[in-house]
């Protein structure tokens, strides 16, 4: 399969996926369990900082047109030096750090979907079994990669509007939005 460019929508559902991914279905138990009813507040919080670095990305794209990236805008700032290939390796393992997390977050929503509770190789057979999905589409090149990744995003946004809509019609009690609750 011939490589193409990606488009605007690709390049918007990748970077839209990977906070939505990452940000509300990885994270949404830990941030529950911390915030407790101050959990939509959170998120707010943390989607105006996904606002701003959305924002600050868009500026750089266009002040550094570059197929490099975050790591193109590093070596703008501080030179293509040690400390800059330092910081692009420490920006590779977190990129590792963060699929980890996302298939291990995949494995226990599906384990515990598919058989009522979390069940320890299940958990481990479906995080494989995604992050092997994910590297036989990302070999099928960047296109490819990226009509995928619109159709996971509206995928996503879907489940999220479902979850929004059904919340808000059940909601009988606000006061449980107080982080006391």
Do not use: C
Not at 29 to 50: M, N, Q, S, V, Y
Not at 51 to 63: E, M, P, W
Not at 93 to 102: E, G, N, R, T
Not at 132 to 141: E, H, P, T, V
């Amino acid at each position: 399969m011939r490589n193409k460019k990606l488009g605007f929508l690709e390049a918007f559902s990748i970077g839209v996926g990977g906070m939505v991914g990452g940000g509300i279905f990885a994270v949404l138990g830990l941030t529950i369990d911390l915030a407790k009813g101050a959990a939509p507040f959170a998120f707010l919080i943390a989607g105006f900082i996904a606002l701003v670095t959305a924002y600050s990305y868009a500026k750089l794209s266009i002040k550094y047109p570059s197929e490099g990236g975050s790591i193109e805008y590093i070596v703008q700032a501080f030179g293509n030096n040690t400390f800059s290939s330092i910081v692009n390796n420490l920006l590779l393992i977190s990129y590792v750090i963060m699929l980890a997390l996302y298939a291990s977050a995949f494995g226990s929503y599906g384990s515990a979907l598919i058989t009522g509770h979390e069940v320890p190789w299940l958990h481990k057979t479906l995080a494989v079994f995604v992050i092997s999905i994910f590297i036989i589409i990302n070999l099928m090149g960047s296109l490819f990669t990226g009509k995928a990744e619109d159709i996971l995003v509206y995928t996503k946004v879907g489940i999220l509007l479902v979850f929004i809509a059904i919340g808000f019609f059940s909601a009988q009690h606000f006061e449980r939005l107080s982080p006391e609750y």
